[in-house]
């Protein structure tokens, strides 16, 4: 076997041991959320903060008495806020989205992750900078190469989980420590990855399904740069080129 391989089965296992524990710290200072009165935000009529082109989000520019200073036309001036994620209640707002955490899942120290102790379970959620044809080529060939170990993997194109999840895929490890579910998908222009792991692998997909669908996304695109616009007709291509591979 390849040390490529073992390194993976490696990282996958410690994960199940490790991240219940980590989420377990309550010192302050390793915390990466902002709340949300620590700016004062611009704020639409539904009371969203306003992000701008770039995915920053407007603040008020205020005096040294917290006082919002206006401009010579009476204006009340904005500032661009790099963004920083933000810990609101229950409803978390990061890079490329917002989730509404479920009851029994919390934050950890690791921005972008998400662990329930009650259940075992926690989720990874990330923007990439791929595009979707190499991610998914990347994918598929170490699939087929635990497929070929005899290790116990499944891989499923066009998988249904809504509108907002274009060209989904999902990639599943499934070992004695537990099961590891992976979907990536396309949103605006964005390649998100979202990890999902759990002990229990009998109710596995379905909870990683309905977490999916209460996670909201941003209709900004962060990487530009990478982002093919023929990344539809791309994925399709790649799907059937690997799944032909697999199938030989």
């Known amino acids: 076997m390849s040390k490529k391989i073992i390194a993976v089965l490696i990282v996958l296992t410690m994960l199940f041991m490790t991240?219940?524990?980590?989420?377990?710290s309550d010192n302050e200072e390793e915390r990466v959320y902002v709340e949300k009165d620590e700016y004062d935000f611009v704020t639409d009529e539904n009371g969203e903060r306003v992000l701008n082109k770039d995915g920053e989000f407007l603040v008020y520019e205020t005096d040294d008495k917290g006082k919002r200073v206006k401009d010579d036309n009476g204006e009340y001036i904005t500032l661009a806020q790099p963004f920083e994620p933000i810990e609101d209640g229950n409803v978390i707002e990061n890079y490329g989205y917002k989730f509404n955490l479920p009851e029994g899942w919390k934050t950890t120290?690791?921005?972008?992750?998400?662990?329930?102790?009650?259940?075992?379970?926690s989720i990874e959620v990330?923007?990439?900078?791929?595009?979707?044809?190499?991610?998914?080529?990347?994918?598929i060939e170490m699939y087929q190469q635990l497929k070929s170990q005899g290790y116990n993997v499944k891989w499923e194109d066009s998988v249904d989980l809504g509108a907002d999840f274009t060209n989904a895929a999902r990639f599943t490890l499934q070992t004695e420590e537990g099961v590891s579910i992976m979907y990536f998908?396309?949103?605006?222009?964005?390649?998100?990855?979202?990890?999902?792991?759990?002990?229990?692998?009998?109710?596995?997909v379905a909870d990683s399904e309905a977490l999916c669908k209460v996670i909201d996304f941003k209709p900004f695109t962060y990487y530009d740069d990478i982002t093919s616009i023929e990344t539809t007709t791309a994925a399709t291509q790649t799907s059937a080129e690997a799944s032909e591979s697999v199938a030989q």
Do not use: H, I
């Open 185 to 204: 998908f396309v949103n605006s222009g964005n390649l998100y990855k979202l990890l999902f792991n759990a002990v229990d692998p009998a109710t596995a």
């Open 19 to 24: 991240v219940f524990a980590a989420c377990n």
């Open 109 to 121: 120290n690791q921005p972008g992750e998400f662990v329930n102790e009650k259940t075992q379970q």
């Open 126 to 139: 990330d923007v990439l900078k791929y595009t979707y044809p190499d991610y998914y080529n990347k994918n």
